[in-house]
């Protein structure tokens, strides 16, 4: 298993990626993501910037995480440990269904975590669907620490913040 930066002519497998996930979550009742997120805007400017990697089997993108110190406006209101040092942020990092349990967004999280120590920074931040156990559970597994909750629009669930000081 490779990961790597994706590249603009991954956009529309990314695409794919992202929506087969979103299907999947809203069969098992988490309704984290919709039709207007993640969308090709975010994507696009995601792929633009360098800052989405991911795992390709036959051309096709299966797995993918968003890795840049993009924090949002409701992070301010967190206890984060980590108030000296620069952080980064993991985003939509997703598994296509087919390829779930089989380690790849452990891999993707440790790729994460790796690739922000050489951009210099000292934590990693980021939030999860309150109602998505399976992220929860891997987060915590990995040695996350809880430290808040935030709230998005359209959003009826809490998102859960965690921060790992690297």
Same mark, same amino acid.
């Given at each position: /298993? !490779? *990961?790597?930066?994706?590249?603009?002519?991954? !956009?529309?497998? =990314?695409? !794919?990626?992202?929506?087969?996930?979103?299907? !999947?979550? $809203?069969?098992?009742?988490?309704?984290? @993501?919709?039709? %207007?997120?993640?969308?090709?805007? =975010? *994507?696009?400017?995601?792929?633009?910037?360098?800052?989405?990697?991911? =795992?390709?089997?036959?051309?096709?993108?299966? #797995? #993918?995480?968003? =890795?840049?110190?993009?924090?949002?406006?409701?992070?301010? +209101?967190?206890? @984060?440990?980590?108030?000296?040092? $620069? #952080? #980064?942020?993991?985003?939509?990092?997703?598994?296509?269904?087919?390829?779930?349990? /089989?380690?790849?967004?452990?891999?993707?999280? +440790?790729?994460?975590?790796?690739?922000?120590?050489? +951009?210099?920074?000292?934590?990693?931040?980021?939030?999860?669907?309150?109602?998505?156990?399976?992220?929860?559970? /891997?987060?915590?597994?990995?040695?996350?620490?809880?430290?808040?909750?935030?709230? %998005?629009? %359209?959003?009826?669930?809490?998102?859960?913040?965690?921060? $790992? *000081?690297?």
């Amino acid at each position: /298993m !490779h *990961i790597a930066a994706l590249q603009r002519q991954d !956009h529309k497998s =990314v695409m !794919h990626l992202y929506k087969a996930v979103t299907s !999947h979550l $809203k069969e098992n009742g988490i309704y984290q @993501w919709d039709r %207007f997120y993640p969308n090709r805007f =975010v *994507i696009h400017n995601d792929l633009k910037n360098g800052c989405l990697f991911g =795992v390709k089997q036959d051309g096709a993108v299966i #797995a #993918a995480v968003v =890795v840049d110190e993009k924090q949002s406006s409701k992070y301010l +209101q967190v206890n @984060w440990q980590d108030r000296q040092g $620069k #952080a #980064a942020c993991i985003h939509r990092l997703a598994v296509h269904p087919d390829y779930q349990g /089989m380690g790849l967004g452990k891999k993707l999280l +440790q790729f994460a975590e790796q690739y922000t120590l050489t +951009q210099g920074c000292s934590s990693i931040r980021l939030d999860v669907y309150s109602a998505n156990e399976t992220a929860l559970a /891997m987060y915590t597994r990995a040695g996350y620490m809880h430290t808040g909750a935030v709230q %998005f629009p %359209f959003r009826s669930t809490p998102y859960y913040c965690f921060e $790992k *000081i690297l």
